[in-house]
């Protein structure tokens, strides 16, 4: 059995959805794939603590390449698009179906979940829904499966691009330092975080290009002080020099998720010009395609190549 689970990009919620707002998360149609019939190369911690909690009997063979980026040196370095949930949603959802067990996805969903944020030692798992769901979905902590999701539409109009560099991020790295200044300075970590808040919520209600630009606007102002405060390289300098260029086109541009390196956002209502792009690659910034809100997790036929998709959220 061969599925497919695709990556995602945090559009709008970093941070502040571990404090209770609702985050924006699309997946991309960049997917890992998972094949029963190859024997596992590797195997992940996700993919470990799936077996351990008797999710999947075994690993499986699993391609993630394609949400690496090839540096122009011939290298690679992950693009911070949500390849660890990937793998274990492409790896289970294979997995179930060579054992014949039923493929619902909110069931596959829920055993996902647990095994990733079990190998990550918690984690909001908006990451998970993007693979396991796909489109784009209003996530927010709570609810039965510990984590609410819905469908979003997006404002008509909008266009996304995303940008990649060589530096990787440390995620883990990066929420120690956020967790340690709110332990240390509360009240300023409570300001700065009911900004984010406030700016995922607008972002969230937004019905036009505009709103959704200021609200992230806002959005990411507060993430920016919040790293500045703390030490956190949630915008590197990279992204800091082209806040200014994406802002002299009426566009954002912000980290998708905890920043530090990975993928970052250019948001705008027209792609971005020739000149944002020159001086994007000019500070080790390339443009890489991707489509916003492809589907989720699904299997694909080894004689055609038609998808089966699963139940939808």
Request: aromatic content about 6%; charged content about 15%; hydrophobic content about 45%.
């Amino acid at each position: 059995m061969i599925a497919r689970a695709p990556g995602k990009l945090v559009l709008s919620g970093a941070y502040s959805v571990l404090e209770g707002a609702t985050a924006i998360v699309a997946a991309v149609d960049r997917y890992v794939i998972a094949d029963t019939s190859r024997p596992a190369e590797r195997q992940t911690d996700e993919v470990l603590a799936a077996i351990r909690a008797g999710a999947m009997k075994r690993a499986v063979w699993f391609d993630a390449s394609a949400l690496r980026f090839t540096l122009p040196d011939g290298g690679d370095v992950k693009l911070g698009i949500g390849s660890s949930a990937a793998i274990v949603a492409a790896s289970m959802a294979a997995a179930w179906a060579d054992e014949d067990r039923t493929l619902d996805n909110r069931v596959l969903f829920s055993a996902t979940l647990s095994a990733h944020r079990t190998a990550q030692k918690g984690g909001s798992g908006i990451d998970v829904a993007a693979s396991v769901f796909g489109g784009v979905l209003a996530c927010t902590l709570g609810g039965e499966a510990g984590l609410v999701v819905k469908p979003h539409e997006l404002p008509s109009g909008v266009h996304i691009h995303v940008f990649a560099t060589h530096v990787a991020a440390s995620t883990p790295e990066l929420l120690r330092l956020v967790r340690g200044f709110s332990a240390t300075s509360p009240d300023r970590y409570r300001s700065l975080m009911d900004r984010a808040k406030a700016g995922a919520h607008a972002a969230l209600a937004a019905e036009d290009v505009p709103s959704l630009l200021c609200a992230l606007t806002e959005q990411s102002a507060a993430l920016r002080t919040l790293g500045q405060e703390c030490s956190a390289p949630i915008f590197t300098p990279d992204v800091d020099a082209l806040v200014e260029v994406a802002t002299a086109e009426q566009a954002v541009f912000y980290p998708s998720g905890a920043g530090g390196g990975d993928a970052a956002l250019f948001v705008g209502g027209a792609p971005p010009s020739p000149e944002f792009l020159a001086q994007a690659q000019s500070r080790g910034r390339f443009h890489i395609p991707m489509i916003v809100g492809a589907p989720g997790v699904h299997l694909v036929s080894t004689t055609s190549p038609s998808a089966a998709p699963l139940l939808g959220v």
